[in-house]
């Protein structure tokens, strides 16, 4: 093309499978690493390398990939770094199926893991003297909301010069954090959610210090953990709006927090609450007065208050067991997310049936807040 040509605002969806070659020393040395280029969309396609330059400079990264969805971005990240006997701190609450894949499979292969209160310092203190090979936390915590240090958290780890510090971004998304500058060594999210935004993706995305790089991508490659071009393509066209989509609902879910606590028989978890025990480490992890688009919810009941206030709401707040779309939703995690924990994890954790988890879109404040007082009449 000639560079003064017109060329496309919105980059093009590339389907092809796999690439023509037009000799047999070309496709040696493409295979052998000597030359740029696409081979088969396993091992790469333009789609994935234009969201991964762009999510590697959000998050200040050496080397990003993106992945099938998330949990395969977790996986390669396990499959490339440990091996039987590992031992893998899990900071918890975790994603449900965060806890399950390290707990029930990974398991099966050697991996040894022990859970550490994410807020608790003297607890990680303790349990990083064993020598874990990767230490696994999220920037704001599934559902509880807790914000962990992760800088002390990171500072502590890296006394042992082989353990590694992954961080699920998911809930902040680099609009509100970026890990890998306040130590951690790898960082994975969910692009399904907030980045892509509009609920019609499922991908995954693994970005880190070139120390930690040297299996990564072959790993995604041989486990068959690879992204679609035009769910690649969708994300790269939401990312565009993320930090607007971000601030507006990290607003609304603030203001909704903010009249909640005005209700006697409930109790919110939302970071941005003085009261939250994480506050003063979110107003030191994430931006001025941004502290995310999850809000929880506890009605102090079971599963019963849990259907009414579901049912009261369903024409506003649907119920849908995932996040980060342009509409708000809710979620249930006793039955969903954390469906795979036990009744004393889940009472250690404070998440019992009436526990709602919110996450909010676009829609005018009011609007939400309307709903919230339908769902609580109804219980």
Known sequence: MNPRDPRPISPPIELSGVWVMDSVEQADQLLGGQLEGHIYRRDGHPNAKSLETILR?????????????????????????????????????????????LKSELSRWGILTEDVLATDIAAWATAIQKAPRLILVETIGNPRLDVPDLEVICSLAHQNADTLVLVDNTFATPVLCQPLRLGADLVMESLSKFVCGHGDVMLGLLCGTDRTWARIRG?????????????????????????????????????????????????????????????????????????????????????????????????????????????????????????????????????????????FGLEPVDQLWNAFQKGLASC
């Not at 977790?74 to 770094?81: G, I, K, V, Y």
């Not at 079971?302 to 259907?307: E, I, L």
């Open 57 to 101: 400079e959000m998050h200040a990264a050496d080397q990003a990939i993106v992945t099938a969805q998330g949990m395969s971005a977790l996986s390669a990240a396990c499959l490339a770094l440990l091996k039987p006997g590992d031992l893998v701190l899990l900071g918890q609450p975790l994603y449900g199926k965060t806890s399950y894949l």
């Open 219 to 359: 790993v995604v490659s041989a486990f068959g953990l690879a992204s679609s071009p035009l769910d690649c393509w969708l994300t790269q066209r939401g990312l565009e709006t993320l930090s607007v989509r971000m601030t507006h609902a990290a607003n609304s879910a603030m203001e909704i927090a903010k009249r909640l606590t005005n209700e006697s028989q409930l109790e919110v978890d939302y970071p941005g609450l003085p009261d939250h025990p994480s506050h003063a480490t979110a107003i030191k992890q994430l931006p001025a007065g941004c502290f995310g688009n999850m809000l929880t919810l506890h009605l102090r009941g079971d599963n019963r208050k849990a259907n009414q206030f579901i049912s009261a709401v369903k024409d506003t707040i649907p119920f849908c067991p995932s996040l980060g779309d342009t509409r708000t939703t809710l979620s249930h995690p006793v039955s969903t997310s954390h469906r795979s924990y036990s009744a004393q994890q889940l009472q250690t954790l404070g998440i019992d049936g009436g526990t709602l988890r919110f996450s």
